[in-house]
C-alpha cells in the first residue's frame, strides 16, 4: 500500500533509497581533477629537464672558475643544443607511436574480420576480469561485435594503445617541448645577464643562479603536483632535491677536475 486511511504516506524504492545512501556517503566535495593534455606534460617535464641539465652545467663551469662569458657562451650553446635534441626527439617518439597504433589497428581490424569469434571472446574474459558477470559481459560483447570500429576500437584499448587519430600532433609537441626547454633552461643563466651592472663576482652570480633555479623549479613542481594530483610540498620538494642533487655533483665533479683541466686557481 501506498497510503492509508489517516493520510497519504510516500514510499521509497529500495534503489532510490540506494541512492541517496550513496550520496551521503560520497565524500562530500567532489575531488579536484588534474590537468589534461600532452602538451601541458610536455612543457612541465621538458622544463624540469632543462632546468637541471642548465644549472648542473653552470654549476660546473663556476667550480671551474670561468668568467661569466665562459658561463653565457657554454650556457646557451648548449641549452639550444639539448632544446633541438630533445624536441627533435619529442617529435620522434611521438610520430613512432602514431606509425605503431595505425600499424595495430590495421592487424587489430583483420582481426575482427577474420578471426571475430576470438576477439569477442578476448573481450568478454577481459570485461570480466574487470568485475562484469558473464551475463553482463556476453551482452556487452554482442552489442559492440554489430559495430566493426567499435570492435575494433575496444580490442585496442583492451591492447593498451590508443587510436592513432588521438593525442597531440607529432609536430606540435616536439616544437613546445623545444619551447620550453628553451624558456626555462634560460633561468639559470638569466642571473648572468641580470646581475651584470651590480656585480662583478663570479660567485654572486652563481648563487643568483641558484635562486632563479630554485623558483623555476618550485614554479614547475607546483605544476607537476596540479597534472598528477600530488601533494604541493611534496612536488616541489621532490623538484627542488633533485635539481640540488644534480647540481652539487655537477659542482663537484667541476672542482675535482679543474686542476685536470688546467684551470687552476
Avoid at 14 to 21: E, F, S, T, V, Y
Avoid at 129 to 140: E, P
Avoid at 151 to 176: H, R
Wanted: charged letters at 15%; a neutral charge.
Amino acid at each position: 500500500m501506498a497510503g492509508n486511511c489517516g493520510g497519504a504516506t510516500t514510499t521509497t524504492t529500495p534503489l532510490l533509497r540506494d541512492r541517496a545512501a550513496a550520496e551521503r556517503n560520497s565524500g562530500g566535495e567532489r575531488p579536484k581533477e588534474p590537468w589534461k593534455g600532452e602538451l601541458v606534460k610536455s612543457i612541465v617535464y621538458a622544463g624540469l629537464d632543462a632546468i637541471v641539465t642548465s644549472f648542473s652545467l653552470i654549476s660546473s663551469i663556476s667550480a671551474g672558475r670561468l668568467s661569466s662569458v665562459d658561463v653565457l657562451v657554454l650556457g646557451f650553446a648548449n641549452l639550444v643544443a639539448d632544446g633541438i635534441s630533445m624536441g627533435f626527439g619529442d617529435y620522434v617518439s611521438s610520430n613512432t607511436a602514431r606509425d605503431v597504433a595505425a600499424k595495430e589497428r590495421l592487424v587489430t581490424e583483420w582481426e575482427v574480420t577474420n578471426r571475430r569469434r576470438n576477439q569477442e571472446q578476448s573481450l568478454l574474459h577481459h570485461y570480466q576480469a574487470l568485475g562484469m558477470n558473464i551475463q553482463d559481459a556476453t551482452m556487452v560483447v554482442n552489442i559492440f561485435a554489430k559495430y566493426g570500429d567499435i570492435m575494433v576500437d575496444e580490442a585496442m584499448v583492451q591492447n593498451g594503445i590508443l587510436s592513432p587519430d588521438e593525442g597531440e600532433k607529432p609536430w606540435k609537441k616536439g616544437m613546445i617541448t623545444f619551447g620550453a626547454f628553451l624558456v626555462f633552461g634560460s633561468f639559470p643563466i638569466l642571473a648572468f645577464i641580470i646581475l651584470i651592472p651590480f656585480t662583478r663576482n663570479v660567485t654572486h652570480k652563481f648563487i643568483g643562479a641558484c635562486i632563479m633555479s630554485a623558483l623555476a623549479l618550485a614554479i614547475l613542481g607546483i605544476a607537476k603536483a596540479k597534472i598528477a594530483g600530488q601533494n604541493y610540498w611534496v612536488s616541489v620538494g621532490g623538484t627542488l632535491f633533485n635539481g640540488a642533487l644534480a647540481g652539487f655533483a655537477a659542482y663537484g665533479i667541476g672542482w675535482l677536475l679543474r686542476d685536470v683541466a688546467g684551470l687552476q686557481d
